[in-house]
């Protein structure tokens, strides 16, 4: 009889022994899967809102380089109609007197050419210039192969019937002495003695006025020279 009790004793120990251990088993369950869900669930946050994040930090970078790309456009289409309204605005006299033009043609053209000033100034010309090189025409020069000569840094002074002539000896002896120059008769404009440059004019009644060394000191080779450093030499020589 009491070996019997003796091992129903230990049954319910023994049971109560796995029954502990089911116990403790659970509870370890439960605390590994409420950890493992709360990592998850904190993952999942802190990522949703890191995506959320980057979405709107790159949205916001995107709009600035628009709102920056937009502003550099502007800018750069600003200058373009800065650039070009100075172009095309006269260039300031430097002498007394003189008369500038701006926006000229460059173009190369065989045609006859009508030119708004008495000598050209500039605008679409010949494809071939005249000697410039201090050469002297006795006889006048087709418009459209001096103006070559004016878009190489050349001045053209041109005379007409009312000139003395001890100013066209004068003058003569000045341009053979000076590279980048060129003399010729010129019966069609307003003054006796005109000096031309790209852009650039002036009239003057005697070879002593003092702005013809002025207008030549400015304007050979000048700032206003399209083509600086083109030759002046050509077979289209006096």
Not at 95 to 105: P, S
């Amino acid at each position: 009889m009491a070996s019997k009790t003796s091992k129903s004793a230990e049954r319910r120990a023994r049971v109560e022994e796995m029954r502990q251990a089911e116990r403790a088993r659970d509870r370890r369950n439960r605390i590994l899967t409420i950890t493992a869900v709360a990592a998850v669930v904190a993952a999942t946050i802190g990522g949703g809102y890191l995506v959320v994040s980057t979405t709107q930090d790159d949205e916001q970078t995107q709009v600035d380089e628009q709102a920056q790309n937009d502003d550099q456009s502007e800018d750069g289409e600003q200058s373009e109609e800065e650039l070009a309204q100075k172009d095309a605005a006269a260039p300031e006299g430097v002498v007394r007197g003189e008369q500038t033009w701006g926006d000229l043609g460059r173009d190369h053209t065989e045609e006859d050419v009508d030119y708004p000033m008495s000598p050209a100034a500039g605008g679409d010309h010949s494809s071939v210039w005249v000697d410039c090189q201090g050469s002297v025409y006795d006889e006048e020069i087709p418009e459209e192969n001096a103006v070559h000569a004016l878009e190489h840094g050349a001045v053209w002074i041109t005379y007409s019937d009312e000139a003395a002539e001890a100013d066209v000896t004068s003058l003569g002896d000045r341009v053979s002495q000076t590279p980048y120059t060129l003399l010729s008769p010129y019966s069609d404009q307003s003054s006796p003695i005109t000096l031309t440059a790209w852009g650039h004019q002036l009239g003057v009644d005697r070879a002593s006025d003092p702005r013809v060394n002025e207008f030549l000191e400015e304007y050979v080779q000048g700032e206003q020279t399209p083509e600086p450093g083109a030759t002046c030499a050509s077979e289209l020589a006096p």
